[in-house]
């Protein structure tokens, strides 16, 4: 009988009570002596809380001048005893849980780390911009001992395992790979000598933690950057890293220049990196985690039955929904709330240096703070506007035993959220609004779809307190000719209200525009987008961006950056570049122009009821904030 998500696995001598592991993130949650916080505690003993298998925590130094970020650490002894409550709530709330131990090697900054970065050889990384120091053989020797020495102090502390970070271009990958290994030493040049620094690392630790602790690995098996790594090398190196003491082998992939495959978006299909973990469980006898993009409980489900893998990581799907793993196991998996790939909290927040939140999931970082209480007296609640702020304003209110109605004047719940998911690549953000729709049935809201509210409807139904959350409109600046026939909004090209002539310019080089200009050239539109802007889609991620770009350079959208735009008329665009004039023949323009908020008739209401603006209402910003807005709103009622 195959096994299944619910079934146990043995690592080691560890035992797991199912297949789901929660893969390690970094979080920023500790504080700058990489001691854990009780913000770091919670949010680990709510994923545990969820039923995971297992928790591996987020990369810990095995030396301060290691960091990549300020994350935690176990290079000190005086960090093992805080420690100690992240594995006691861990255990008491039914999870077993390893410490990732790394050393970011090359990526990293001397500004966050105070030194030169180190790595097995003198070679840049492309990302971070620093030429690093090579290490000499006794500095290698030291940090092999420093990497024992961690995994000494993460048994101490009463972690049940170790994961040796060996992937995503950090230091031991570093030295696995001809892409920054340039050494003629015994650490330089074949594969055996590539492997000799992780080979030591492992006998290190073995010789210090002994046998019978879990000693895990994660690597990339594809490095996707010109004289990197294949996974010809990974299946090969993976037989040695078994025969050395392995217990597990985590397959991962990319590097830093190759980021989009260490945290793939929604442009990546899930799953995606599955065939390497096959590949490499047909050499091995130990059991082989697989990563990349799994957030669906039938596909994850698939993986395990087909025996491409032992064990799922659900790294981002575990932001999303901690409580995953209960879900699976009580039958309600359509209940469970999907990850959508955008990587605005999990990504862009972290390497902005802040740390990561989540945008279906608002209380991320908050496990310790955000609590439920039922009021003692219920309250009505008329929620304006069903976007994503206006939905988790109902969902937190209704919660505490409040009685809420929302009012959506379109036919469907979304605002413009739900428009974002029609261009290419994007539809999984409709899960999101299915989710919250769904849930406010199971909750019990009242939901009014094509119902405009105006301050008649709020008189007549006399709630406690209005949420408005109506979202934002198109910004109009005064340019000549704005208001043409042939002059058209994003939104409603996306919305499928109008239809576009053959020839198009996209007024405005952001997200909206970039990607309705992607949108109308995958129909057969010739499509140029103009900005005052130095380039495209600049506030979007950078792994999405990448596919962004790479799209629009396939499709032929033109882009003509650092623009004035000067009027707009029947037959094209006039524009100012480099101080030339010049018209940009076309048979509509597009306005993708910024936003502004929606929220004129909020005025005509606070005589009304408590009127709380939320979301764009208040101030337009982007989805991860406007879902937190829209429930700590709801959780204030």
Request: aromatic share 6%; net charge negative.
């Amino acid at each position: 009988m195959s096994a299944t998500l619910l079934s146990p696995l043995t690592v080691g001598n560890v035992e797991l009570k199912n297949r789901m592991a929660v893969a390690a993130m970094v979080t920023l949650y500790c504080d700058h002596d990489g001691m854990p916080t009780e913000q770091y505690i919670a949010y680990h003993e709510e994923r545990a809380k969820g039923g995971f298998g297992l928790i591996i925590t987020e990369d810990y130094a095995v030396d301060p001048v290691g960091r990549g970020f300020w994350c935690a650490g176990l290079w000190k002894d005086e960090q093992i005893a805080p420690h100690r409550e992240l594995t006691e709530r861990v255990h008491a709330a039914g999870a077993k849980i390893f410490a990732q131990i790394y050393h970011a090697g090359r990526q990293t900054v001397s500004a966050l780390i105070g030194t030169q970065p180190v790595s097995a050889s003198a070679v840049q990384c492309p990302v971070m911009g620093e030429v690093p120091r090579a290490l000499s053989v006794d500095e290698i020797t030291t940090i092999v001992g420093q990497f024992g020495d961690t995994a000494r102090r993460s048994m101490e502390a009463g972690f049940d395992g170790v994961e040796i970070h060996g992937g995503h271009g950090y230091l031991v990958a570093q030295f696995m790979s001809p892409y920054s290994n340039k050494r003629t030493d015994l650490y330089g040049g074949s594969l055996e000598n590539r492997i000799r620094f992780p080979l030591e690392i492992i006998a290190d630790i073995r010789a210090k933690c002994g046998p019978d602790f879990a000693v895990t690995f994660r690597i990339s098996a594809d490095e996707y950057v010109i004289g990197g790594r294949g996974i010809d090398e990974t299946v090969a190196m993976s037989r040695r890293l078994e025969a050395a003491g392995i217990d597990l082998i985590h397959v991962s992939a990319g590097t830093y220049e190759s980021a989009w495959a260490i945290v793939p978006p929604m442009y990546i299909r899930q799953g995606w990196n599955t065939d390497f973990a096959a590949a490499v469980k047909n050499v091995v006898s130990i059991p082989v985690q697989t990563a990349g993009r799994i957030k669906d409980a039938e596909v994850a489900e698939g993986i395990i039955a087909s025996g491409q893998a032992d064990l799922v990581s659900l790294a981002r799907a575990s932001l999303a929904d901690p409580d995953f793993p209960r879900k699976v196991a009580e039958g309600r998996v359509e209940e469970i709330r999907e990850c959508i790939g955008c990587n605005q909290g999990c990504i862009t927040l972290l390497f902005g240096g802040e740390p990561i939140r989540c945008l279906v999931n608002p209380s991320v970082g908050y496990e310790s703070t955000d609590t439920i209480t039922k009021a003692e007296t219920a309250r009505t609640v008329l929620v304006i506007g069903g976007g994503p702020a206006g939905l988790e304003a109902a969902r937190a209110a209704r919660m505490q035993g409040h009685d809420v109605t929302l009012h959506e004047r379109q036919s469907q719940l979304g605002g413009n959220f739900r428009l974002g998911a029609v261009p290419p690549a994007k539809g999984e953000l409709a899960s999101y609004i299915a989710w919250l729709g769904a849930e406010l049935g199971r909750l019990g809201v009242e939901v009014k779809l094509d119902s405009a509210v105006t301050a008649e409807t709020v008189a007549a139904a006399a709630p406690d307190v209005v949420v408005f959350a109506a979202g934002a409109k198109h910004a109009r600046p005064p340019i000549p000719g704005i208001d043409g026939t042939n002059v058209v909004e994003a939104c409603d090209v996306l919305a499928g209200k109008t239809v576009t002539g053959a020839r198009v310019v996209v007024a405005g080089a952001g997200e909206i525009g970039a990607e309705t200009a992607l949108y109308l050239a995958t129909t057969g539109r010739r499509v140029t987008i103009v900005d005052r802007l130095p380039g495209v889609a600049l506030g979007e991620g950078m792994a999405r961006r990448y596919f962004l770009l790479k799209d629009l350079d396939e499709y032929k959208v033109e882009q003509i950056m650092e623009v004035s735009i000067l009027s707009f008329a029947d037959d094209g665009v006039e524009i100012q570049v480099d101080g030339a004039t010049r018209t940009l023949p076309c048979d509509t323009v597009v306005l993708a122009m910024g936003m502004a908020s929606n929220n004129a008739l909020a005025d005509e209401l606070r005589g009304l009821a408590d009127v709380r603006l939320v979301g764009d209402a208040g101030e337009v910003s982007d989805a991860l904030r406007a879902s937190r807005d829209g429930f700590t709103c709801g959780l204030s009622i």
